[in-house]
């Protein structure tokens, strides 16, 4: 692992997860300064990860504090507190530091604003199965970034998962696919569910049978070598009664609602960036 010591600003959902699949990596918590806002939050992650925690409710310079020494700097704040935090944590960062950051909408070219000329930046947009080691994270970098910096970068985020490098105007695209991806998901189930329920099951017999379904056919396509669509044909007999409900969701042109979500999502992306 090329990382040497890490700070973490920031370690609600996203952070937790990646500081997680970092140690499960085997990376020593004693290299870990992670902050919080609450002195609970700060407690409660020394105690269960064994790194060394700063609340800044009790320490206000804890993000300053943090990054002291920090070949790496990840910031898992939310969007509107990112630059604010790197301007506080400026003055201690190693001039050679890498920042990197997890903030929807937030530019390299902000960022690189907000810190020393030598620091590095790259932006990353993972998703939530980075909890459970599955994210899909993208990942762009900023000027100052060296093919080593890029490298460490990846090993970071490859200890939750898959990770792919792309252009920063890609990376709200990116988001509207896997960013979000795991509500579209979690929403295909939701209704999937009601419809078993509306054919009798009950709550627990309906979820089961849905989440179990859609847990089973994506492990099967993992496992297996063939395409989604290879997949379903083997499902759908000539004729038979698969054929008829796929029929129904043909109709309802899935693929164009699809794209109608997606260009919503980006158009807010823009949106947020331009700060509104
Ligand atoms: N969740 C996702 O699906 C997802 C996906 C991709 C990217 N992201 C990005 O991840 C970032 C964090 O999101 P999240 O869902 O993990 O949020 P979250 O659970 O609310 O975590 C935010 C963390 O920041 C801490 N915090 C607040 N103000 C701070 C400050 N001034 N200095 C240091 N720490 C501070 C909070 O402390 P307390 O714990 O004490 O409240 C908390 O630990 C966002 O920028 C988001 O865009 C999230």
Request: glycine share 12%.
């Given at each position: 692992m090329n990382i040497n010591r890490i700070a973490i600003l920031g370690s609600g959902s996203m952070g937790t997860a990646i500081l997680s699949g970092l140690l499960a990596s085997g990376?020593?918590?004693?290299k870990v300064t992670i902050t919080t806002k609450s002195e609970a939050n700060a407690d409660k992650l020394a105690d269960e990860l064994g790194v060394t925690a700063l609340a800044l409710e009790t320490q206000p310079t804890a993000n300053a504090d943090a990054v002291a020494g920090a070949d790496v700097v990840l910031v898992a704040v939310k969007p509107a507190y990112v630059v604010e935090v790197l301007k506080e944590a400026a003055q201690t960062l190693s001039a050679d530091a890498l920042v990197i950051s997890v903030a929807a909408g937030i530019t390299t070219a902000s960022m690189e604003a907000a810190v020393p000329k030598t620091v590095a930046v790259v932006r990353s947009m993972p998703n939530t199965p980075a909890i459970v080691g599955r994210a899909v994270t993208g990942i762009s970098t900023g000027s100052r970034v060296s093919d080593k910096q890029l490298e460490t970068a990846l090993e970071l985020f490859e200890t939750v998962g898959r990770v792919v490098v792309l252009p920063e105007e890609q990376i709200d695209a990116l988001s509207t696919i896997s960013g979000s991806g795991p509500a579209y998901v979690f929403y295909l189930i939701e209704q999937l569910t009601l419809a078993a329920q509306e054919m009798g099951f009950a709550e627990d017999v309906a979820a089961m049978l849905v989440e179990e379904t859609f847990a089973g056919a994506t492990e099967l396509l993992s496992a297996s070598n063939q395409s989604p669509e290879a997949l379903r044909n083997q499902v759908?007999?000539?004729?038979?009664t698969t054929m008829q409900a796929v029929a129904v969701l043909e109709q309802a042109e899935l693929a164009k609602l699809f794209s109608k979500a997606t260009a919503a999502a980006l158009a807010r992306a823009k949106e947020i960036a331009s700060g509104k």
């Open positions: 990376f020593d918590s004693s759908t007999s000539p004729n038979g």
